[in-house]
């Protein structure tokens, strides 16, 4: 069973940091692409960020570049999100997602269950 | 970037009943377009991929169609387990973009 588990979310101020984690079970993890989709009720759902199966490619809508970093370690079945100058509008629920056939940007199928990210100073 | 525009925002519908829900883009995206299901408190779920192709495990009841710029989500003979928002998601080209939801009630 297909299975993908974020964690390190919480409370964090306006220009800190925070690192997010997400560790797969179920499948070769080394074979896929992977990314991050994040939720809030202001923007609704928003592509984050997606990371290939080596690591070396990488692409990041334009709000978090510069401030996020995502990477992986197919050792440890893993992809992280690395948040600098964190801002209010980061505040949402991020969730880890496998893509399964990359035709464009990316087709997903399983989606883990979301850690949220709060602002507040 | 290309928009998303779903409607209707919200759809009251009946068991048993069939509804169909729309998604527009603002350009041609081919047929590079996806739709998921959320339940309140949960993940998205895959549904659809490639405008028609049906994820693995997804019941026939849910059927995509279109192409371009138009796009259609039917749901048939709706269950109980089936009242819950969608989204659409073109992949096309970066960055993917989602619609902003078309909540799905009971009447």
């Known amino acids: 069973e297909v299975q993908l588990v974020e964690s390190g979310g919480g409370l964090a101020q306006p220009g800190g940091s925070l690192r997010l984690s997400c560790t797969a079970s179920g499948f070769t993890f080394s074979n896929y692409w992977m990314t991050w989709v994040r939720q809030s009720p202001v923007k609704g759902l928003e592509w984050v960020a997606n990371i290939r199966q080596d690591g070396v490619a990488k692409n990041y809508v334009d709000s978090v570049k510069g401030r996020f970093a995502i990477s992986r370690d197919n050792a440890k079945n893993s992809i992280y999100l690395e948040m600098n100058s964190l801002r209010a509008e980061d505040t949402a629920v991020y969730f880890c997602?496998?893509?399964?056939?990359?035709?464009?940007?990316?087709?997903?199928?399983?989606w883990g269950q979301g850690t949220l990210v709060t602002l507040s100073s | 970037d290309i928009q998303m525009t779903q409607s209707p925002s919200l759809l009251s519908a009946s068991v048993g009943d069939r509804v169909t829900i729309t998604c527009r883009a603002s350009q041609g995206i081919s047929q590079d377009l996806a739709w998921f299901q959320q339940k309140p408190g949960k993940a998205p779920k895959s549904l659809i991929y490639a405008a028609s192709s049906l994820q693995s495990g997804v019941p026939s009841k849910f059927s995509g169609s279109g192409s371009g710029t138009d796009f259609t989500l039917t749901i048939t003979s709706l269950q109980p387990e089936d009242f819950a928002t969608y989204y659409c998601?073109?992949?096309?080209?970066?960055?993917?973009?989602f619609g902003q939801g078309t909540r799905l009630d009971i009447k």
């Open positions: 998601q073109q992949y096309y080209t970066y960055p993917p973009t």
């Open positions: 997602v496998r893509i399964f056939l990359t035709s464009g940007s990316g087709i997903y199928d399983y």
